[in-house]
Structures are given as C-alpha cells and as structure tokens.
C-alpha cells in the first residue's frame, strides 16, 4: 500500500508563490505522478503529471497552468513538487497528490489508485 503525504498549501496573495511536495511511502519511478485539485462546488481536475520511469522525463500540464506552475520528482527522496507562481484566485483549490497508471491520459484520473488527504491553496485578490 502506497502512501502519499502533501505538504505545503497555504495562503497567499495574487501574483504569489506556493511550493507543494509530496512524499510517496515507496519508490515512485515507474508510474505516474500527479497533481489534481479540486475548488468548492467544481469537479476535481487533473493540474500537473510526471512521468519518470525513464530519460527524458514527461511532463504535462492543464492548459490553465501551463508556464506558471512545474512539476518535479526527486529520486532520491521519493517526492514529487509542484512549484506555482503567479497564483491567481482561481487556482484557490483543496489540491491532491496521486499515483498510478492513467488509463485515459495523464491528467485525468481514471488509473490513479493512490491518493493523498489533500492541501489548501488559498489565493486572495
């Protein structure tokens, strides 16, 4: 049983910088890793996907984050960061880690079977 652990969340003011990680319970390589989040009264939404099974790594990214946010894996530490600037109110979300195999594409969440609680990301105008 894998375990995922976010850390990070917290608020901040428009035009600001939030740095979530993720730390997996076992080694992450093979499968993909990814960012979902998901805003009061919206449907959960695939954010940011890693894929570090081999050289180059893949990345991949909602449209709406493109150029701002990035996602990153340590391999020594087993974690998986998101970094995001220039945050905007509507990226205010409860954000979560998972891990798994996509079956429909890397950002949606059919195949991820491993999922962390969950961090805040405040965002005020």
């Known amino acids: 049983q894998v375990q995922l652990v976010e850390s990070g969340g917290g608020s901040v003011q428009t035009g600001g910088s939030l740095r979530l990680s993720c730390q997996a319970s076992?080694?992450?390589?093979?499968?993909?890793m990814a960012w979902f989040r998901q805003a009061p009264g919206k449907e959960r939404e695939g954010v940011a996907s890693?894929?570090?099974?081999?050289?180059?790594?893949?990345?991949y990214y909602a449209d709406s984050v493109k150029g701002r946010f990035t996602i990153s894996q340590d391999k020594s530490a087993d974690t998986v960061t998101l970094q995001m600037n220039n945050l905007n109110p509507e990226d205010t979300a409860m954000y979560y880690c998972?891990?798994?195999?996509?079956?429909?594409?890397?950002?949606?969440?059919?195949?991820?079977?491993?999922w962390g609680q969950g961090t805040q990301v405040t965002v005020s105008s």
């Open positions: 998972a891990r798994g195999s996509p079956r429909r594409g890397p950002l949606r969440e059919d195949g991820y079977n491993y």
């Open positions: 890693i894929y570090a099974g081999g050289a180059p790594y893949y990345t």
């Open positions: 076992q080694y992450t390589y093979s499968a993909y």
